[in-house]
C-alpha cells in the first residue's frame, strides 16, 4: 500500500496498523499512555533503543498528530511528550492489549 494514498481511500485497519507498527511505537504509546514523559526518561523507560531511532518514532507519531512535543527555552533543553487528544484515544486500546498479551502468555505456560 503506497504511503500516498489518502486516509479516508484506505481500509480504517490499513490507516491503524500504518500509525502503530514498527517495533517501538507501540511501546513508545504505551509509556506516554501513562502521562509526559522527558525525552532522556523515555529512552531509558524503553532500554535498548538508539536516539536517532527514538527521535525519527517521536518525529512520525508526532507528525501524524498521535503525540504532543513540548520544548522548553531552556539550556540545556528540555522536551517534553505526551499524547494529543487523538492518542489519548488509544488508551483503551492499549490497555486491553496488555490484557490480551496476559492472557496469551498464561494460555501458553499450560
Known sequence: MAKTQAVHDQCPIEVGLNIL??????KILWHLS??????????????????????????????????IRKVFPEVPPKVEYSLS???????????????????YHTYMEI
Open 21 to 26: 507498527s514498527g517495533k517501538w511505537k507501540l
Open 34 to 67: 501513562k502521562g509526559t514523559v522527558r525525552f532522556n526518561e523515555l529512552q531509558r523507560l524503553l532500554g535498548n533503543i538508539t536516539t536517532k531511532t527514538l527521535t525519527r518514532q517521536l518525529r512520525e507519531l508526532e507528525e501524524q498528530g498521535i503525540v
Open 85 to 103: 487528544e487523538i492518542g489519548k484515544t488509544l488508551n483503551p486500546i492499549l490497555s486491553q492489549l496488555c490484557d490480551w498479551g496476559k492472557t
